[in-house]
């Protein structure tokens, strides 16, 4: 999953380039998630699955502590983690946070549906052989 995950935030990074990763603004792969799974799961549903994984990824990323979901399902607190931060550092939470996420989506919603949704969202990406029965925190998926 984590491995997907980093896949899934490379293409979200504003032209990939090392410079632009100096100065993230959002978790831009989550975000994008947010309102197509909001729509299938409601929002207080996407809400709940986000701070949960949020929960389990700040017990490997301890500065995630700083963040905190909102009734949106919006991520706050990321504006003073870009400052206090290294980049390096941050885009690794949002690798875990997004792992973290996706594995709990595969739990609730299936691989199938889940698979569906990110090839929707990435088409440019392709995770056919994607094995999304594995844990999020399995590093070896590919």
């Known amino acids: 999953m984590r491995n997907i995950a980093r896949q899934l935030i ?14 993230p603004t959002a978790f ?9 799974f909001s729509m299938l799961m409601g929002r207080g549903g996407f809400q709940a699955l986000l701070a949960r ?10 500065w995630l502590a700083t963040v905190r979901v909102v009734a ?3 991520l706050e607190g990321l504006t003073v983690a870009t400052t206090t931060f290294d980049p390096a550092d941050f885009v ?18 299936g691989p199938a549906l889940t698979l569906r ?3 929707q969202l990435w088409p440019q990406l ?13 590093e070896d998926v590919e």
């Open 10 to 23: 490379a293409c979200e990074t504003p032209g990939n380039t090392s410079a632009e990763l100096d100065s």
């Open 28 to 36: 831009r792969a989550t975000d994008k998630l947010r309102p197509h």
């Open 53 to 62: 994984a949020l929960m389990l990824a700040t017990a490997e990323v301890p």
């Open 72 to 74: 949106d399902g919006e």
């Open 92 to 109: 690794e939470g949002e690798a875990v946070l997004l792992a973290q996420l996706l594995g709990l989506l595969v739990a609730f919603i």
């Open 117 to 119: 949704l990110i090839n």
């Open 126 to 138: 392709a995770f056919d052989d994607a094995d999304f029965s594995v844990t999020a925190n399995n």
